[in-house]
């Protein structure tokens, strides 16, 4: 299909057309005398839901409290932390309170029955002169005791739910050097005003508007039409789009109330096709970055005949939380040279994304057509490696609809269903938090739109995310001065400049017109 597209631009070239709160915990330290500790945030209050959010394996638990409707996410269950104790340690026990004075319950680990966690020598003895480290690791962390423990800790029997506490202590008892220590702290859990959470809904959607789809029988105005009137009767706050070129105007004419939108850039082949709208949410620093490689002129997706990348913009969200927002894409087909633009372009973005939290530290959301899934793990699992471990993002879709599981697809797979559109699409929105604001996903969808005929409008659902902001404690007011940047709509001269270099590609790539032609027919 996009070899076809190509073919189509060469014509087009060539004939001069322009055409209620959770822990958020997360420290190491060294504890009084001397105990490492290191814990990840793990509480989920699931008011921030409005549906039953279950944990990894067989915890479905969901009670009514005095509070409404709570839940233990997998953030819980998952609880990893590591402890290291001094050399000389024979025995520890954890232990939890609500009060950090009575009711402490927890579990004893010495190094009789629980010789695991206790360094050995060369014999397979224990060794007294190495520190013990006790690590809960996150995949064993569902059928453990402490998984237990945490639970029924928290549980309240007197309302049938969970326990509304805004402080966990923890007491660490070790005997080391036949000296008994007691080591006590405790985990916060942040106590939010309603006022301080904050929801947008949010949607991504290649509209799919490429001048040269009227040949394939597509009636792309009218695509546009229907696409802007779906966008608008959805109460979005935040619009990103992809493949936004030639049908600009029949796009935001069919918007109702979307009173900012980033500068157009123009049609095939000079404009990025990249835009984002958004209503009553001042949109500033409008930034669009090219990506330094790309793959396909007149094979593998034609992805070098436009110049695709990202924009960057800050959004004013409200309740004083700007975001840092991104919309991209990102290389087209599956090629080793498309894999490996694809893989050189995420780092790319990863890097820009670092670069300016480093400079401002805000809530991050990444959107756009990715043209890559999670479930996949392409060039090593580039995507995976680069945006989540790298950058520190989550996938709103795994986290929502796989509980955070990034590698484990198989109730997915045997579902029967196709990735594209339905389950770990290529449209993404990834977040993380910061600045004091934390980032919660309240809902996530894949949308097929169609036409009052019942004729999908794009080759791509629309990404529907629903995203809780949560001012915390931490909350860092914006300094950054930010600006809304306006540009021509005149964009002749840039248009009049990539023809000649597009018609200069694809001089250059003639010996793929066979392999066109082969496909057209």
């Known amino acids: 299909m996009k070899k076809i597209l190509c073919f189509i631009l060469t014509v087009v070239i060539t004939l001069g057309c322009f055409s209620d709160g959770f822990i958020t915990f997360a420290d190491s330290f060294e504890s009084e005398n001397g105990v490492q500790v290191k814990i990840a945030s793990f509480l989920y209050k699931s008011t921030l839901y409005q549906m039953e959010f279950p944990s990894r394996l067989s915890y479905n638990i969901k009670e009514k409290s005095v509070q409404g409707d709570y839940a233990i996410s997998r953030e819980l269950n998952d609880l990893a932390y590591t402890f290291v104790f001094p050399a000389g340690t024979t025995k520890f026990d954890c232990k939890l309170s609500l009060d950090g004075k009575t009711n402490w319950c927890g579990v004893s ?12 020598d060369e014999n397979g003895n224990i060794d007294h002169t190495q520190p013990v480290t006790f690590n809960r690791i996150e995949t064993d962390a569902e059928q453990d005791e402490y998984g237990i423990l945490y639970r029924d ?42 006022s301080e959470k904050h929801t947008v809904r949010a949607v991504n959607f290649n509209v799919a508007g490429l001048p040269f789809s009227a040949l394939n029988g597509e009636n792309v105005i009218a695509n546009q039409k229907a696409a802007g009137q779906y966008l608008s009767n959805n109460d979005f706050n935040i619009i990103a789009v992809q493949e936004d070129f030639s049908y600009h105007k029949q796009l935001i004419n069919n918007l109702s109330g979307f009173d900012y939108i980033t500068n157009h850039t123009g049609a095939v082949p000079g404009g990025d096709g990249l835009n984002i709208f958004t209503k009553n949410m001042p949109v500033y620093n409008e930034t669009r970055v090219t990506w330094n490689e790309a793959s396909g002129i007149l094979s593998d997706g034609a992805d070098e005949l436009t110049p695709k990348g990202f924009v960057y913009s800050v959004i004013d969200v409200g309740n004083g939380i700007y975001v840092d927002f991104y919309n991209l894409h990102a290389d087209a087909y599956g090629g080793d040279g498309s894999i490996a633009a694809r893989t050189s372009q995420f780092k790319q973005l990863a890097e820009f994304i670092q670069a300016r939290s480093a400079e401002n530290d805000r809530p991050v959301i990444v959107t756009g057509d990715f043209n890559s899934y999670m479930h996949v793990h392409e060039d090593d699992g580039a995507l995976y490696k680069t945006l989540i471990l790298q950058c520190g993002l989550k996938d709103a879709w795994t986290e929502y609809h796989n509980n955070g599981d990034y590698f484990d697809f198989y109730n997915w797979h045997v579902s029967g269903l196709v990735a594209w559109g339905t389950w770990d699409s290529v449209e993404r929105f990834m977040y993380k938090s910061g600045g004091g604001v934390d980032i919660v996903v309240s809902d996530f969808r894949f949308v097929n739109v169609y036409d009052k005929n019942g004729k999908a409008i794009s080759d791509h659902a629309s990404a529907e995310c629903d995203f809780t902001f949560i001012k915390t404690e931490d ?35 003639l010996h793929n017109i066979p392999e066109l032609i082969k496909e057209i027919i």
């Open 475 to 509: 909350f860092v007011k914006n300094t950054q001065e930010l600006q809304i940047i306006k540009t021509s709509e005149n964009n002749f001269l840039n248009n009049l400049k990539w023809i000649f270099k597009a018609l200069i590609m694809i001089l250059s790539d």
């Open 153 to 194: 800790f928290l549980k309240d029997k007197n309302v049938g739910g969970f326990r509304d506490c805004n402080k966990i202590y923890w007491k660490l008892t070790y005997i080391c050097n036949g000296k008994e220590y007691n080591e006590l702290f405790d985990i916060k859990i942040y106590d939010y005003d309603k």
């Open 109 to 120: 680990l010495n190094n009789v029955e629980n010789s695991f966690y206790w360094p050995k």
